[in-house]
């Protein structure tokens, strides 16, 4: 079993910052991956990658926050921060937080919603 706890997000102005971390608890050994994941408000779009660690520090971004996304984490410890900056109004949307283990399971944090707007 594993636990994630989410902090951060909020409303933002556009062309604003905001970050959000996630920490694990529980059976962390065995995770292989936790990444941060968004949905459109209503469900619109599938949900879609923002950010992911993998166990050996590779970090993917989703193309939509290229280059406005920095992710930084601890792969021993499970808790990884993300930093979004020059936020649009597409940004808003429902962001949680997954862990892979190795056993082929996946957890999901209960979300937090992130709403860009002037």
């Known amino acids: 079993q594993v636990t994630l706890v989410e902090s951060g997000g909020g409303s933002v102005l556009p062309g604003g910052s905001l970050g959000l971390s996630c920490v694990a608890s529980?059976?962390?050994?065995?995770?292989?991956?936790m990444g941060w994941y968004r949905q459109s408000p209503g469900g619109s779009r599938e949900r879609e990658l923002v950010?992911?660690?993998?166990?050996?520090?590779?970090?993917r971004y989703g193309n939509s926050v290229k280059g406005r996304a920095t992710m930084s984490g601890d792969t021993r410890k499970w808790t990884v921060v993300l930093a979004m900056s020059d936020l649009k109004a597409e940004d808003t949307g429902f962001y949680s937080c997954?862990?892979?283990?190795?056993?082929?399971?996946?957890?999901w944090g209960p979300g937090t919603r992130v709403t860009v707007s002037s």
């Open positions: 950010a992911r660690i993998e166990y050996d520090g590779t970090i």
């Open positions: 997954n862990v892979d283990r190795n056993t082929g399971q996946d957890y």
């Open positions: 529980g059976n962390i050994r065995s995770i292989i991956a």
